[in-house]
T-cell receptor, first 115, second 110 residues
Framework: GAGVSQSPSNKVTEKGKDVELRCDPISGHTALYWYRQSLGQGLEFLIYFQGNSAPDKSGLPSDRFSAERTGGSVSTLTIQRTQQEDSAVYLC?????????????FGSGTQLSVL | GDSVTQMEGPVTLSEEAFLTINCTYTATGYPSLFWYVQYPGEGLQLLLKATKADDKGSNKGFEATYRKETTSFHLEKGSVQVSDSAVYFCALNRDDKIIFGKGTRLHILP
């Protein structure tokens, strides 16, 4: 596609439910990132995929968070047993190569609200 | 650990005013430095970058110079427009990740 696509754009869920957020990166981009944007907190790195390498999960805030990337393309971020503090905008980004040399292209995000 | 600190907003200016948004960083080694911008209703996009000391990144009238001696990467524009109203994020790369500051919201009044 023309850009990074995320779905759904908005998700309202009840505390304790599981949610899945989807990201379609730009075709051919080997690197894929998930960030979380909370009010007043800026962008928090969550997880990074690069090609077929093991993902860098160092930013995941708890074991309730997980992500996978199938076939080197589409990625799904799963949050189990959601809590109110998980409410935020979840952003996906992709890049052609390493971010030192290539820019990140961001999706429009998924606004998650946990009631 | 590596981090970015930028001035808190919101910053409100009149059209044609001079803009400075301060950004300082803490990092081991020599990271690349970036400014990303988020316009209302749009996704984040790269505004400019600098990859080594004394480099100047520039785009759309904005400039920032990589100052190793002061560990700074301040964003400047000589004459802002209403269309520059957005949230601006200073960032650096650590390994293959981008570390962002908290963002500065800019309002330009006509």
């Amino acid at each position: 596609g023309a850009g990074v696509s995320q779905s759904p754009s908005n998700k309202v869920t009840e505390k304790g439910k599981d949610v899945e957020l989807r990201c379609d990166p730009i075709s051919g981009h080997t690197a894929l990132y998930w960030y979380r944007q909370s009010l007043g907190q800026g962008l928090e790195f969550l997880i990074y995929f690069q090609g077929n390498s093991a993902p860098d999960k160092s930013g995941l805030p708890s074991d309730r968070f997980s992500a996978e990337r199938t076939g080197g393309s589409v990625s799904t971020l799963t949050i189990q047993r959601t809590q109110q503090e998980d409410s935020a905008v979840y952003l996906c980004a992709s890049s052609l190569g390493t971010v030192r040399d290539e820019k990140l292209f961001f999706g429009s995000g998924t606004q998650l609200s946990v009631l | 650990g590596d981090s970015v600190t930028q001035m808190e907003g919101p910053v409100t200016l009149s059209e044609e005013a001079f803009l400075t948004i301060n950004c300082t960083y803490t990092a081991t080694g020599y990271p690349s430095l970036f400014w990303y911008v988020q316009y209302p209703g749009e996704g984040l996009q790269l505004l400019l970058k600098a990859t080594k000391a004394d480099d100047k990144g520039s785009n759309k009238g904005f400039e920032a110079t990589y100052r190793k001696e002061t560990t700074s990467f301040h964003l400047e524009k000589g004459s802002v427009q209403v269309s520059d109203s957005a949230v601006y994020f200073c960032a650096l790369n650590r390994d293959d990740k981008i570390i962002f500051g908290k963002g500065t919201r800019l309002h330009i009044l006509p």
